[in-house]
């Protein structure tokens, strides 16, 4: 039996992707974009503040890093306690004695539990992104589109009780459904960090933002997935680096995970890798490094 014509026709089959989300773009055919100060490489530090509740919820799926052993799981909830009582503040001191900026992808329920975190953050002046609600706000295709979107809203809602109106979002281990990038911007945000399929931002067909905080370089990937040692984190990120900066334009994305980094045997080799990367790497939030990206690209 032989397949008939109809077999291989797709109406949506033309050059670059099959659907209008974002345009198709290849790398070398960019214009090159210069950063502030004659840097070759924009370095965007996104610290997770997390707050993990000791009962995991399993509907749509368990946050990465979520509490595994049998109930009540101290373990598992003490070490990420940990994070947010003693290895932010090495991070936020890392960066204050060196003048660099960085932003906080934050959970609001941890802002509203931890004042004095969250005052710190705002006096070192890094720009705080909403991370959903706590570590059980989770998101992906299953979900109603009505709990979805009630989740952004109560997010966008506690902030604003707080006095914050983040301008970015970034999801629970960067899931999304097809919904979200609409309901992003329904509820005024102007970008994300979710979509890990670049160097350099991008904007959706709708006009969402995205900066690529790929994966692959974080520290969870590389320390806690890979069980790499924090002296072969430094060797990739400066490898990572390079080529970047090689390239131009592009921006290093730093995923930094309090409990992971943060501990004392590990900090001052990312201190050391601070040092490495600051005389040529411009230290920006996302909301900079966009904001120089469209006035370069516009």
């Known amino acids: 039996m032989t397949l008939g014509p109809a077999y291989l026709a797709y109406p949506r089959r033309r050059h670059g992707y099959d659907h209008d989300l974002y345009p198709w773009s290849a790398a070398h055919l960019r214009p090159p974009v ?24 399993d509907t749509p799926f368990r946050a990465p890093g979520h509490m595994q052993t049998a ?22 001191d890392a960066f204050r004695a060196r003048g660099l900026a960085a932003s906080v992808a934050m959970n609001v329920a941890l802002a509203e539990r931890a004042p004095a975190l969250l005052a710190a953050i705002r006096a070192e002046g890094h720009e705080i992104v909403a991370h959903s609600t706590d570590m059980n706000g989770t998101v992906d295709g299953s979900l109603p589109p009505e709990a979805e979107e009630a989740l952004v809203a109560e997010t966008v809602a506690r902030w604003a ?33 979710d979509w890990v ?28 997935v890979c069980q790499a040692s924090v002296d072969s984190y430094a060797e990739q990120i400066v490898d990572a680096a390079d080529c970047l900066a090689a390239e131009g334009g592009r921006v290093l994305a730093l995923e930094l995970t309090p409990y992971i980094i943060g501990l004392p045997y590990r900090i001052a080799a990312f201190e050391a890798l601070l040092d490495h990367l600051a005389p040529r790497g411009w230290f920006a939030g996302p909301s900079a490094i966009l904001a120089h990206w469209r006035q370069q690209t516009a």
Not at 164 to 185: K, M, N, Y
Request: hydrophobic share 40%; charged share 20%.
């Open 34 to 57: 210069q950063w502030p100060e004659g840097r070759p490489l924009a370095v965007m530090a996104v610290i997770k503040a997390e707050f993990f509740p000791l009962t995991p919820v």
């Open 71 to 92: 109930f009540p799981d101290y373990r598992h909830f003490t070490a990420r306690d940990y994070g947010s009582r003693v290895g932010i503040w090495r991070l936020l």
């Open 161 to 193: 009780a707080l006095g914050e109106r983040p301008q970015g979002w970034h999801a629970i281990a960067r899931s999304q459904s097809f919904r979200t990038p609409d309901i992003l911007v329904k509820h005024g945000f102007g970008f994300t960090l």
């Open 197 to 224: 399929n670049d160097d350099q931002p991008w904007r959706f067909a709708n006009g969402l933002w995205n900066l690529a905080l790929n994966h692959e370089l974080s520290d969870r990937q590389i320390l806690n």
